[in-house]
Nanobody
Framework: QVQLVDSGGGLVQAGGSLRLSCTAS????????VGWFRQPPGKEREFVAA????????NYADSVKGRFTISRDNAKITVNLQMNSLKPEDTAVYYC??????????????????WGQGTQVTVSS
């Protein structure tokens, strides 16, 4: 069983930055395609970004392109989501998710097997 731990959330003013991190408890992390999803208050969970297990492919939601960057460091067993130019509408609980050897970098929540516990991001106006 793979356990994901996501962290790095907090309160930030609009225009500010945060970096979220996702780590795994096992050495198979290098075989995991990892995605970030978010769930705004009262809304469904939505795709944010994903990176393939090889690190060669990434995918972003249109709403975050140019502002968010996903990266991975397999040696540190970490996937980071750097979030810049944050907006109040980015406020949500952010979850990292993973699937072993995922085909491509899916934006579908059902494509992912393992989930972190979530970290709150609040952007004030």
């Amino acid at each position: 069983q793979v356990q994901l731990v996501d962290s790095g959330g907090g309160l930030v003013q609009a225009g500010g930055s945060l970096r979220l991190s996702c780590t795994a408890s096992r050495s198979i992390f290098s075989t995991l395609t990892v995605g970030w999803f978010r769930q705004p208050p009262g809304k469904e969970r939505e795709f944010v970004a994903a990176i393939s297990w090889s690190g060669g492919n990434t995918n972003y939601a249109d709403s975050v392109k140019g502002r968010f960057t996903i990266s991975r460091d397999n040696a540190k067993i970490t996937v980071n989501l750097q979030m810049n130019s944050l907006k109040p509408e980015d406020t949500a609980v952010y979850y990292c998710a993973a699937v072993r050897y995922g085909s491509g970098v899916s934006s579908n929540v059902n494509s992912y097997t393992y989930w972190g516990q979530g970290t709150q991001v609040t952007v004030s106006s």
